[in-house]
């Protein structure tokens, strides 16, 4: 209890020390250098996400194309949060929707014909249960839900790139500390897995397309 008490009181003093600086605002740099962090979680929040995924983006053919290909897109993230908490004792159950702009990308030249073909993912989102038990200041949880991707697929002699929204199911777990009354920090894993669509890159046969992949990210999010 000591040692996250003293990780939170650090963590709280560098937040208020650099909101002061970024923002020249004492009155918003107060909420973070404050007292100890509120005893309930409960409450709507909201909040920003950064981090990385790898992904493995498979196309299938179709009608008797018998190509696969596999591709590995892989890159960055960062996006915006949104939730809400109710806390029961040691329980807290939440809400929790996410939007993320993304540059996951691979290109593979193999079994291309006539050139590389690329795979990009633009956009993910998810919109996740979570349950978690909460000692003090830390929340631990595992979250599971919904979730959202645009995937784009590129081959040569398409004039533009086809995009399509896939849907699939995102689960995971992580971390969350209280810093200030109204201020968390978050560290979150999730794995997610997007079903498979039919794409029509003309002038070339359908493919059917999926992804699955994993996410490491952080987070901060402001208690309303």
Not at 18 to 27: D, E, I, L, T, W
Not at 64 to 70: E, F, H, K, P, Q
Request: charged share 15%; with cysteine; proline share 4%.
């Amino acid at each position: 209890m000591r040692r996250t008490s003293g990780l939170a009181g650090g963590l709280r003093a560098l937040a208020g020390v650099f909101v002061a600086s970024a923002f020249g605002g004492q009155a918003l740099a107060a909420d973070f250098l404050e007292g100890p962090a509120a005893a309930t979680w409960s409450g709507a929040y909201v909040g920003a996400v950064a981090g990385s995924a790898k992904a493995s983006t498979v196309w299938r053919g179709i009608n008797g194309n018998t190509a696969v290909l596999d591709l590995a897109p892989r890159g960055g993230l960062v996006g915006v949060t949104a939730g809400v908490n109710r806390q029961t004792g040691l329980w807290v159950l939440g809400v929790e929707g996410d939007f993320a702009w993304a540059d996951l990308n691979d290109t593979i030249a193999s079994g291309c014909i006539g050139g590389p073909c690329r795979a990009e993912t633009n956009w993910l989102s998810t919109a996740r249960l979570r349950l978690g038990a909460a000692s003090g200041a830390l929340l631990v949880y595992g979250t599971g839900g919904l979730a959202f991707g645009l995937v784009d697929i590129a081959a040569p002699g398409i004039p533009a790139h086809e995009s399509q929204w896939h849907i699939g199911w995102a689960a995971g777990f992580g971390a969350e500390l209280a810093i200030a009354p109204r201020v968390t920090l978050k560290a979150e894993w999730l794995h997610y897995d997007l079903a498979e669509r039919v794409h029509h890159p003309v002038p070339y046969p359908p493919l059917d397309v999926g992804e699955g992949g994993q996410i490491l990210r952080v987070g901060i999010n402001w208690r309303l």
